[in-house]
């Protein structure tokens, strides 16, 4: 995953700390990766979507980040290539001739 990836949330986030009035992302929706940070051994991301007021947090004041473990890459390519296949197998079923 790099900055300005589609990814999918596939897991409910849990942060180690939520404060009142901080958005999470939601399972299954879509967002756009807007940095991506590593704090006390866990890689986190932050959404263009979901933008947070930084709130004090061990060690100083950051936006909440969500573990990357929680969202997958989309593949856009996979569409493509099934249609190809599909395609593909198609040609290979004999033609019908009318007699």
Do not use: W
Request: a negative charge; aromatic letters at 10%.
């Amino acid at each position: 995953m790099k900055v300005g990836d589609k990814v999918v949330c596939v897991a409910k986030v849990y942060p180690q700390v939520v404060y009142q009035g901080e958005i999470l992302p939601v399972v299954n929706e879509i967002y756009t990766i807007r940095n991506i940070e590593t704090y006390m051994g866990m890689t986190g991301l932050h959404l263009d979507e979901i933008v947070n007021t930084p709130r004090l947090y061990v060690g100083g004041m950051y936006e909440c980040m969500f573990n990357t473990k929680a969202f997958r890459p989309i593949n856009y390519s996979f569409g493509e290539d099934t249609v190809k296949e599909i395609e593909k197998e198609l040609s290979l079923i004999p033609q019908t001739v009318e007699i």
